[in-house]
């Protein structure tokens, strides 16, 4: 399985970008999907989740109310992020495991994708 992350950019803060992560390889659709994020000499941090099916999503508490995920099918995950301040800067990863968890571990995931860096200038 191939995860690949797109949409990033540099954004002023209010803005919004629109992150997808598109899996190949095989068809994710008893995976769960997830959203990471790592700030340059930060660890990688949980954002958002989705179960397989798209019905039950999970997003961090430093992000509620701004970043909503969904997923479109199977293979397809989108992070909407809107109102982006300064310390949303990082790079954010795609992941996904079978097992949906509201706080998972980074270490538990199964595939991993490259990361796409969002940059949120003040």
């Known amino acids: 399985v191939q995860l690949q992350a797109s949409g990033g950019g540099l954004v002023q803060a209010g803005g919004s970008l629109r992150l997808s992560c598109a899996a190949s390889?095989?068809?994710?659709?008893?995976?769960?999907m997830y959203w990471f994020r790592q700030a340059p000499g930060k660890e990688r941090t949980f954002i958002a989740s989705?179960?397989?099916?798209?019905?039950?999503t999970t997003v961090a508490d430093s992000v509620k109310g701004r970043f909503t995920i969904s997923r479109a099918n199977a293979n397809t995950v989108y992070l909407q992020m809107e109102d982006l301040k300064p310390e949303d800067t990082a790079v954010y990863y795609c992941?996904?495991?079978?097992?949906?968890?509201?706080?998972?571990?980074?270490?538990?995931?199964?595939?991993w994708g490259k990361g796409t860096l969002v940059t949120v200038s003040s």
């Open positions: 989705v179960v397989w099916g798209g019905g039950v």
């Open positions: 390889g095989d068809t994710l659709t008893y995976y769960s």
């Open positions: 992941a996904t495991d079978r097992i949906y968890s509201s706080m998972p571990n980074a270490d538990a995931m199964d595939y």
